[in-house]
């Protein structure tokens, strides 16, 4: 049900339109910034990302890469050694929980600025 002060907008907005004066809007034609579809985001699965987008809502994929994320941002500055061995034992099961769900190869969650290092580790 429309209320009346919707019904008065969309009636303003349609005499506008009437009018011309949406024409030759700045950016008129283009993407509207930020709606770039992710390349990672199967074509079928765009939608619905979309409206969980909307939702305030992440998928399970996102949550988990989310998590695994702030899980490396912690490990930057942590010194205590126990800390630091727990905080990567639950790293290393957030991505291997990631690989499994998802059937991802280990080969493609190694962040690109270690590949070089450990190409390099094993004579590659």
């Known amino acids: 049900m429309i209320t009346g002060f919707e ?14 004066l949406f024409k030759n809007l700045p950016g008129s034609g283009k993407p509207i910034p930020g709606s770039k579809q992710e390349p990672s985001i199967a074509n079928d699965l765009h939608l619905s990302y979309k409206i969980l987008k909307n939702a305030d809502c992440l998928p399970p994929e996102i949550e988990l890469k989310k998590k695994i994320q ?3 941002d912690l490990l930057v500055g942590m010194e205590d050694a126990a800390e630091k061995y727990r905080t990567l034992k639950k790293l290393n099961y957030l991505i291997m ?28």
């Open 70 to 72: 702030q899980t490396e």
């Open 7 to 20: 019904k008065i907008v969309e009636e303003r907005i349609r005499k506008a339109q009437k009018k011309g």
């Open 97 to 124: 929980k990631l690989n499994v769900t998802f059937n991802r190869s280990v080969i493609n969650e190694v962040p690109q600025q270690y590949a070089t290092g450990i190409i390099k580790r094993f004579g590659g």
